[in-house]
């Protein structure tokens, strides 16, 4: 698990790091997230290419979008050609030395409602940036050829399927939540 909080598919904070972003000609996407400055610095962390070549990386499975959703609808077309950048980047390597990557994208799972028991917003607002950029995964997926979770739709099944809480304040899942949604990614 190489995840960090705040990770966008172009730009990946890292103070260890001395580039910021993910792949080269992601700059043109990396404004939105740090308001125009440069993404170099000190450090020297490996980047996500250099620890996926050393580990000789077949298939990586990208989860993408819930950060991005704090964007609202404006943060969309950014995405959209930010997401497709970062497919085709992956799509173009060969970490394990000999083919490309198998890869696939999961959405970010759905708000939780869990307002008659904590003072949380109720999810309407940021279900429906949720929704939409799971939309725009989906179909950045089926353009590129690369397989596709629907974590969204799925996560509000399951919170219409019980009464006992399966986040720990509405967005993150709590362990409960993740036997869900690993049972989800293994099937």
């Known amino acids: 698990n190489m995840c960090d909080d705040g990770n ?3 730009f990946r904070p890292h103070s260890g790091r001395k580039n910021q972003l993910a792949f080269p000609g992601a700059e043109k996407f990396h404004a939105p997230y740090t308001d125009g400055r440069t993404a170099d610095g000190i450090g020297h962390f490996e980047t996500e290419d250099q620890w996926l070549t050393r580990l000789r990386a077949g298939i990586v499975v990208g989860f993408f979008g819930f ?5 609202g609808m404006q943060g969309l077309p950014n995405f ?3 997401l497709t950048a970062w497919v085709r980047h992956t799509k173009g390597q060969k970490y394990d030395g000999t083919a490309a990557p198998q890869i696939a994208l999961v959405s970010p799972t759905a708000y939780q409602d869990l307002t008659a028991t904590m003072n949380v917003p109720d ?6 940036n949720l929704a939409a950029y799971t939309s725009v995964m989906q179909e950045v997926a089926q353009a590129e050829g ?3 979770v629907n974590a969204f739709n799925a996560s509000l099944g399951w919170y219409d399927q019980t009464e006992a809480p399966l986040t720990r304040d509405g967005a993150l899942l709590n ?3 993740y036997d869900k949604f690993s049972t989800l990614l293994i099937d």
């Open 8 to 10: 966008t598919p172009a």
């Open 67 to 71: 950060n991005e959703s704090f964007e």
């Open 80 to 82: 959209r050609v930010e």
């Open 123 to 128: 999810g309407r607002r940021e279900n429906g």
């Open 146 to 148: 690369v397989v596709f």
């Open 175 to 177: 362990n409960a939540g």
